[in-house]
């Protein structure tokens, strides 16, 4: 196989992906590992000591630091069942192609483009008390004492308006994947059925939805992995207030790491963050390879 | 198919379908009327049309918010960022899937791996340690980050040139062309397709990122499109249509973009997230 001149052509190929990466990526990583035992005030090198386990005992011991898994924990599991129930549902109504499917399903991906932020602060606009669209028109059709609310800024309704901006903006998303899978599903299987006389709902019931399960996985994982990770829109819409109220994990880190002048703490924060990605991708391996099995 | 289902049904269908897509373009809408309106009458009502439409308003929003020094910035980084990942990752994903070598499947997890490490569990880090190298406030910490973004791309290139057939590459090398120009001349060329789906995806990805500018660049002249709005919606010099009409250049051209090119976004989206 080997022939002079080539055999070391492969490295050539794989140097620089392989160095940026390294350097800019697993390094910054294994760095954040070290650092979530340490302490530092995050300017010189000199003030690192080693502190063991100490960061993470005091995570445990930070009730802001349980207020934000909660938030987090909390928006994850509305945003997920929200994107996944409406999801399906789109994805199949699309797919049977009533009149106009294509003219809707193009206005359904339109937010996959548009940048969080962007969305955040349009958003931010349209519920602003008084020249906003929300309140105003919940006024107008006779909700009283809305037009002025703080729908940001009071703490009952911080968190589920970041809910419902991020529900919109992934909600496109996954009908795109999901409608994919059951443009993927062979026809004969439903037409068989149908000639059997099965109903439209036990057709998706016992048909669509097993074959649905691959698609269906790899969506719940990305939306799940996602809303985890959600950093921009609290950022942009309520940078984690009223008092913590809409704090999820990584504007707590960014907060301790960047504005409060704790970096160890920070990436102790962080590496709670990865563990939690970890599971939720392991998760997801032992479902797929279970679905082969099957 | 549609029509087979009982009326009902259908009505229900259509219901949500009207539903979800007012809440799609009724925020443009509010955008545009609000835009135009004058302050006077954005204060008086959400809901009226403007009596003279103001569409100086985005001229002004366009001067005022600087956008097109924040258009170029962003562009800027990503044309790189995208340019050299397309570079780095096609080469290391032939490599992968073309090449035999001590290690490969190590290799090949090695650069799995990162999939698993959300650029927020390396955020402060990253930022120690473009501070060490002094590049703090230059284009060149966002863009070297963005080039260690490589698993979804190689993944993707390794999947793509698996399916070329290796006797392709073995006829040349019989008949004497280098190693190098089998990549550029022949390998890269083939991979086009490939080359715009994972262009599009990272195109948007970098396009909207927030958080890397957000901790890298501090300094308002190196702004991006997605930090110089964030500043422009908090002054609280600037009124509310010229706040809003700055919402509409910012979410105009990826609109425009998303129109003219929506097959090959949406298939890249899907491939890229089904396929990985």
Known sequence: ?294 | MFKSLPLLVRIFAYILLVALAASVVLPFLWMISTALKTTGEINQSPFSLPATPNFWVFVDAWVQGDFTKLYLNSLGITVVAVAGLLAFCSAAGYALAHFEFRAKEAVFIYFLAGMMIPPQVIMVPSFKLMATLGLINTYAAVILTYFAWVPFAIFFFRAYFSGIPKELAEAARVEGVSEWNIFIRIMLPLAKPAMATVGIVYFIWIFNDFMWPLIYLNDQSLRTVTLGMMAFQGSHAALMNLKVAALIIATGPPLVIFLIFRRQIQNGLIEGALKA
């Open chain 1, 1 to 294: 196989m080997a022939r002079p001149g080539r055999t070391n052509f492969h490295i050539w190929l794989l140097l620089p992906a392989f160095v940026f990466y390294t350097v800019f990526w697993i390094a910054p990583a294994l760095i954040a590992l070290l650092s979530s035992f340490t302490q530092w005030n995050g300017i010189s090198l000199a003030s690192i000591h080693w502190v063991g386990v100490a960061n993470y005992l005091e995570l445990f011991d930070d009730r802001w630091f349980w207020n934000a898994l909660r938030n987090n924990l909390l928006f994850v599991a509305v945003v997920l069942s929200s994107i996944i129930i409406l999801g399906m549902t789109y994805a199949l109504i699309l797919n049977a192609k009533p009149r106009g499917h294509s003219v809707f399903s193009t206005i359904f991906f339109i937010p996959i483009v548009l940048s969080s932020v962007v969305i955040g602060l349009l958003f931010t606009q349209m519920l602003s008390p008084t020249v906003g669209l929300v309140g105003p028109a919940l006024a107008a059709v006779g909700i009283p004492g809305v037009e002025q609310y703080q729908w940001l800024g009071s703490k009952e309704t911080a968190l589920p308006m970041v809910m419902l901006v991020y529900i919109w903006r992934e909600l496109g998303f996954a009908i795109l994947l999901l409608l994919a899978g059951l443009q993927t599903i062979p026809n004969d299987y439903i037409e068989a059925a149908r000639i059997d006389g099965a109903s439209p709902w036990n057709i998706t019931r016992h048909i669509t939805l097993p074959l649905m399960r691959p698609v269906l996985t790899v969506v719940i994982v990305l939306v799940t992995t996602n809303a985890f990770l959600l950093f921009d829109l609290v950022i942009v819409m309520t940078n984690g207030g009223p008092f913590h109220g809409s704090e999820v994990l990584s504007v707590f880190m960014y907060s301790q790491a960047f504005l409060k002048g704790n970096p160890g703490y920070g990436t102790a924060i962080a590496m709670m963050l990865f563990v939690i990605i970890l599971c939720v991708s392991g998760i997801q391996l032992a479902l797929s390879g279970r679905g082969q099995k099957a």
